[in-house]
């Protein structure tokens, strides 16, 4: 299991694909099912959707 917060690396977010298993470290938890990562001028923000309908977004 990974877990992924805003200290994690911009690499480790980068090396999450599909199938695995993430937590955000509250109530967050569950199997990756897709990855959107959305940049601007200022962020980049990864969006992690769970199987469970959740989502751990992650702005750096």
Do not use: P, W
Request: no cysteine.
């Amino acid at each position: 299991m990974k877990r992924i917060n805003n200290d994690t690396s911009s690499e480790e977010l980068q090396d999450i694909k599909k199938g695995d298993l993430v937590t955000d470290t509250f109530s967050k938890t569950g199997l990756v099912e897709d990855i959107n990562i959305i940049e601007d001028a200022l962020y980049r923000t990864y969006e992690f959707h769970l199987v469970t309908g959740r989502i751990i977004t992650i702005r750096k």
